[in-house]
């Protein structure tokens, strides 16, 4: 807690800069907890194309977020704010001129525009990736990068979260955290990475400067008048979404495994960066902040597919509740936005298997839950095994806190008790934890695995894993 000549100031503002909406909300400085209604949404509309494009139009979105503080200095809630924090979407790229204006929208990460790249045989990926944390894929600015310069006359590059710190203090920085979420960050020295650059065709100096993260800077005089509450605040360097909804789930050491769902999803473990285990091929790693990195597997079915199935099969219900979790006869394999890295598997490729003129709606919903089950479960197993344990779980998201059926399939897919995140909003909430060296704890509800349900999904996984490889293959012919 901060004081001022105004009194105490024990509140945190909260940017978060999500795929399909920037939220604008007001927590404590004590525990990252939301203050209640202090939260204000944009909804965001991603443009999609059939060249593959996914972008967005980046100064309608920093107008909406713009509006959303707002809203909160409108209804009384910018009173009182010690921080300003920031979580925000990993991987978006933006193409800039000499100026620092946009040439191209914001690229996010679902755009599977790119150009191959030749590097020969010298090019070590696998050093690549241990080195960066990532590969040389279309989500990564060493391949992104020379895809704009042949299409746009661009002379520098930012993520979305530095044109808005940009927007908010004149300052286009960008943190350890975001910069490791480019593919471009050594992630030992915490500085772009010379080959990575090389590839990709610039210098530093074409990319926001990383700042450590201690850095603050403070709004602008434009903002300083809009917004009288927030004179002097000190604005806090973004984190990555990934690493801020481990921490704000709770998960924040290297015995727990945070599994998040949002628009999409991810299994992850946060651990020290010093003496970091050796990176396994099929697994990411990003930094949380100076001294933390986070390890795990992203996958691009969750929330997302939950709201269209629901809207495509006119559901009445959300949750598939007459359905006993594993007792699906149709098994569904959810690409339908394909995989992340390093895999390959492009958008378009899900895939049902075993319908019936037996199966409802409901059916439907329930498998394809369980196949994102299933998928999330190979990157935790995965996970237990680089750490050397079977590691704790907590579960956390909005989609988590949407679907009790999915919590508890989750639960007996894991085959192991979890632990609940009380609060959705946990991007938010570990962004906040991350700025202010907090630890908040889950806070929900403990959930035990049902011994049937656990047998049923256990026999369900060799088909599932059979049938998986089949749409594997079907999706390169």
């Known amino acids: ?46 443009t999609y194309g059939n060249d593959g494009s996914a972008v967005i139009d980046v100064h309608a979105y920093i107008e909406g977020l713009l509006g959303c503080l707002d809203e909160l200095e409108q209804n009384g809630h910018l009173d009182g ?76 590059f930012a993520g979305l979260p530095d044109l808005v710190l940009e927007r908010l203090t004149g300052e286009r920085v960008t943190s350890v955290s975001v910069a490791s979420g480019t593919g471009t960050l050594d992630l030992a020295t915490g500085a772009y990475d010379d080959e990575a650059l090389e590839i990709a065709g ?11 993260t201690g850095w603050t800077g403070t709004l602008s005089a434009e903002y300083a008048r809009r917004w009288p509450g927030l004179v002097g605040v000190p604005v806090h360097p973004p984190t990555g979404d990934g690493a801020a909804s481990n921490v704000g789930s709770g998960g924040y050491d290297a015995g727990t495994a945070a599994v998040t769902v949002g628009t999409s999803a991810a299994v992850r473990v946060v651990h020290p960066i010093e003496d970091a285990p050796e ?46 979790v594993g007792t699906t006869s149709a098994i569904a394999i959810p690409f339908m936005a394909g995989t992340r890295p390093p895999a390959v598997v492009p958008g378009g490729s899900g895939v049902y298997f075993g319908l019936s003129f037996d199966d409802t709606p409901a059916d439907l919903l329930a498998a394809a839950l369980q196949g994102a089950s299933l998928e999330i479960d190979r990157g935790l197993r995965k ?21 009790a059926w999915w919590r508890r399939c989750l639960t007996a897919t894991f085959a192991r008790p979890t632990t609940v995140c009380a609060e959705p909003e946990v991007g938010a909430r570990g962004a906040a934890a991350v700025a202010l060296g ?30 998986r490889e089949l749409a594997v293959q079907a999706s390169t012919l």
């Open 383 to 403: 996970l237990d095994g680089l750490f050397g344990r079977e590691l704790d779980v907590v579960l956390g998201g909005g989609g988590i806190d949407a679907s």
């Open 81 to 156: 704010i010690g921080a300003i924090v920031l979580s925000s979407q990993w991987h978006s790229i933006v193409a800039l001129d000499n100026k620092g204006g946009p040439r191209t929208p914001v690229i996010t990460w679902a755009d599977t525009r790119s150009v191959d790249l030749d590097l020969g045989t010298s090019f070590d990926e696998p050093a690549f990736h241990a080195r960066t944390g990532s590969w040389l894929h279309r989500l990564y600015w060493p391949r992104r990068i020379p895809w704009l310069l042949s299409t746009t006359s661009a002379s520098r």
């Open 438 to 467: 907090l630890s908040p704890a889950p806070g929900g509800e403990h959930l035990t695995p049902v011994p049937a349900e656990v047998e049923r999904l256990a026999e369900l996984r060799s088909r599932y894993e059979a049938f």
């Open 279 to 324: 990176l396994p091929w099929e697994l990411w790693r990003y930094r949380v902040d100076d001294k933390r990195a986070v390890t795990g597997m992203a996958f691009s079915a969750a929330g997302n597919l939950h709201a269209w199935l629901t809207g495509v099969l006119r559901l009445e219900s959300d949750e598939p509740t007459d359905v006993e």
């Open 1 to 46: 807690m901060t004081k001022t000549d105004d009194g105490p100031r024990e509140k945190v503002l909260a940017l978060d800069l999500g795929t399909s909406s920037a939220r604008a909300l007001v927590l404590s400085a004590a525990d990252a907890a939301p203050i209640s209604g202090a939260l204000a949404r944009h909804k965001i509309a991603p």
């Open 202 to 212: 610039v210098t530093a100096d074409q990319l926001p400067m990383i700042v450590p």
